[in-house]
C-alpha cells in the first residue's frame, strides 16, 4: 500500500512539474515577444506606417465598382441570353477591345468580370408555369428540393436573371449599360418572333374588347326587356338567372385577360427587357477598401519570419561550428 502511494505522489508530482513548465514557457515566450517588441520598436513602427500608407494609396487608386442589371427575357431567349453573356466574358479575357468598341462599349479598360445568374425565385417560377407545381413536386421524390432549385435547369426557367460585371472607374449608361442592352437585344430571329407575338396580342385584345361590347349590349338589352316587363306586369320574373351570371363572369375574365394582355405588351417590348439597373456600387469585398489594414500586418510579418529565420540559422551554424 506504501509503494502504491509513493508511486501516485511521484506521479503527481511530475504531473505538476510538466505542467509548472508549460506555463514558465508561455510566459518566457510571451517575454520573448515583448523583448522582441522593444528591441525592434523603431522598424515595427516604420514598417506599419510605411504599410498602412501603401495600403491607403491602394485603396484609393485601385477601387472596383459593381454594376447589376435584373432582365426577363423573353420568347424563350434564355439560352441566347447566357450564350451571349458567356461570349462578352470571354472576349473580354481575350482581351478584344475591338469586339466591345464595335458593339458601343466606352472606356473598354475599365471593364472588369462580366456574369449572369438567376434570381431564385421558386414561387413566380410556380404560379407563372401551370404544371410547375407538379414538376417540382415530382423532382423533390427523388432529390433535395434545395439543389434542385439551384440547379441550372431549373434555375434557368425563372423569370429575373442578374447580370453583374465591375469596372475600376464608375460609369453611366451611355458608357456600358445601353450598349450592352443593345447587343443583348440584337437578333434578327428573336426579333421576328417578338414581332408575331405582339401582333397576335393584340389580335386578341382587339377582339376581346369586340366580346365585351357584345355582352354589354347583350346586358343593356336585357335592362330594358327587365324594365319594360315591370311596368307592365309590376313583377319580374327573371327564369335564367344562370346565363346572365356566366355573361358577366365572361365579360369579367375578358377584363382580367385584357389588363393581362397590356402588361405582357410592356413586358414584352424588348427581347432581353431591363427591370432595373444599379450602377457604380463601391466593391467592399475580397481585399477592396482593406490594404490600409491588411499591408502593414503583411509588412510585420515578413519582418518577424525575417527575423526568426536569421535567428534559426545562426543557432544552426553555431552548433555545427562546436561540432
Same mark, same amino acid.
Do not use: C, W
Given at each position: 500500500?506504501?509503494?502504491?502511494?509513493?508511486d501516485?505522489?511521484?506521479?503527481l508530482?511530475q504531473?505538476?512539474?510538466?505542467?509548472?513548465?508549460?506555463?514558465?514557457s508561455?510566459?518566457?515566450?510571451?517575454f520573448d %515577444?515583448? /523583448?522582441?517588441v522593444k528591441?525592434?520598436i523603431?522598424i515595427?513602427?516604420?514598417?506599419?506606417?510605411v504599410?498602412a500608407g501603401?495600403?491607403?494609396?491602394f485603396?484609393?487608386?485601385?477601387k472596383?465598382?459593381?454594376?447589376?442589371?435584373?432582365?426577363?427575357p423573353n420568347?424563350?431567349s434564355?439560352?441566347?441570353?447566357?450564350?451571349?453573356v458567356a461570349?462578352?466574358? %470571354?472576349?473580354?479575357?481575350?482581351?478584344?477591345?475591338?469586339?466591345?468598341?464595335?458593339?458601343?462599349?466606352k472606356n473598354?479598360?475599365d471593364?472588369?468580370?462580366?456574369?449572369?445568374?438567376?434570381?431564385n425565385?421558386?414561387?413566380?417560377?410556380?404560379?407563372?408555369?401551370?404544371?410547375?407545381?407538379e414538376?417540382?413536386?415530382?423532382?423533390?421524390?427523388?432529390?433535395?428540393?434545395?439543389?434542385?432549385?439551384?440547379?441550372?435547369?431549373?434555375s434557368?426557367?425563372? *423569370? @429575373?436573371h442578374?447580370?453583374?460585371?465591375?469596372?475600376?472607374e464608375?460609369?453611366?449608361?451611355?458608357?456600358?449599360?445601353?450598349? /450592352?442592352l443593345?447587343?443583348?437585344?440584337d437578333?434578327?430571329?428573336?426579333?421576328?418572333?417578338?414581332?408575331?407575338?405582339?401582333e397576335?396580342?393584340?389580335?386578341?385584345m382587339?377582339?376581346?374588347?369586340?366580346?365585351?361590347?357584345?355582352?354589354?349590349?347583350?346586358?343593356?338589352?336585357?335592362?330594358?326587356?327587365v324594365?319594360?316587363?315591370?311596368?307592365?306586369?309590376?313583377?319580374?320574373?327573371i327564369?335564367?338567372?344562370n346565363?346572365?351570371?356566366?355573361?358577366?363572369?365572361?365579360k369579367?375574365?375578358?377584363?382580367a385577360?385584357?389588363?393581362t394582355?397590356?402588361?405582357?405588351?410592356?413586358?414584352?417590348d424588348?427581347?432581353?427587357?431591363?427591370?432595373?439597373?444599379?450602377?457604380?456600387?463601391l466593391?467592399?469585398k475580397?481585399?477592396?477598401?482593406?490594404?490600409?489594414?491588411?499591408? *502593414?500586418?503583411?509588412?510585420?510579418?515578413?519582418?518577424?519570419?525575417?527575423?526568426? @529565420?536569421?535567428s534559426?540559422?545562426?543557432?544552426?551554424i %553555431?552548433?555545427?561550428?562546436? %561540432?
Open positions: 500500500m506504501s509503494t502504491n502511494s509513493q501516485q505522489e511521484i506521479d508530482g504531473v505538476f512539474k510538466k505542467i509548472g513548465s508549460f506555463f514558465q508561455i510566459v518566457d515566450s510571451l %515577444a515583448i /523583448l522582441f528591441n525592434n523603431i515595427l513602427s516604420i514598417l506599419f506606417v504599410g501603401l495600403g491607403y494609396y485603396d484609393k487608386t485601385s472596383s465598382y459593381t454594376n447589376e442589371i435584373i432582365v426577363i420568347f424563350g434564355i439560352d441566347y441570353l447566357y450564350s451571349k461570349l462578352l466574358e %470571354a472576349k473580354k479575357k481575350e482581351n478584344d477591345t475591338v469586339f466591345f468598341s464595335n458593339i458601343g462599349f473598354v479598360k471593364l472588369g468580370k462580366i456574369e449572369i445568374e438567376p434570381i425565385d421558386i414561387f413566380k417560377f410556380v404560379n407563372q408555369n401551370g404544371s410547375g407545381f414538376l417540382i413536386k415530382l423532382m423533390a421524390e427523388d432529390g433535395d428540393l434545395e439543389k434542385i432549385m439551384e440547379s441550372e435547369i431549373t434557368k426557367n425563372y *423569370p @429575373f442578374l447580370i453583374k460585371f465591375s469596372t475600376s464608375k460609369t453611366d449608361l451611355s458608357k456600358t449599360i445601353q450598349p /450592352l443593345n447587343y443583348l437585344n437578333s434578327d430571329h428573336f426579333k421576328t418572333i417578338q414581332k408575331q407575338y405582339l397576335n396580342e393584340n389580335i386578341k382587339r377582339a376581346n374588347d369586340s366580346i365585351i361590347k357584345q355582352i354589354d349590349k347583350l346586358v343593356e338589352g336585357f335592362s330594358k326587356s324594365v319594360s316587363a315591370s311596368r307592365i306586369d309590376k313583377m319580374v320574373y327564369s335564367d338567372n346565363q346572365l351570371n356566366e355573361i358577366i363572369n365572361t369579367n375574365g375578358l377584363i385577360e385584357q389588363g394582355l397590356r402588361l405582357n405588351l410592356i413586358n414584352n424588348k427581347i432581353i427587357k431591363e427591370i432595373s439597373t444599379t450602377i457604380n456600387s466593391n467592399s475580397g481585399l477592396n477598401g482593406k490594404r490600409k489594414f491588411i499591408l *502593414p500586418i503583411v509588412l510585420i510579418l515578413i519582418f518577424i519570419v525575417i527575423k526568426f @529565420f536569421n534559426f540559422y545562426k543557432k544552426q %553555431a552548433k555545427r561550428n562546436l %561540432a
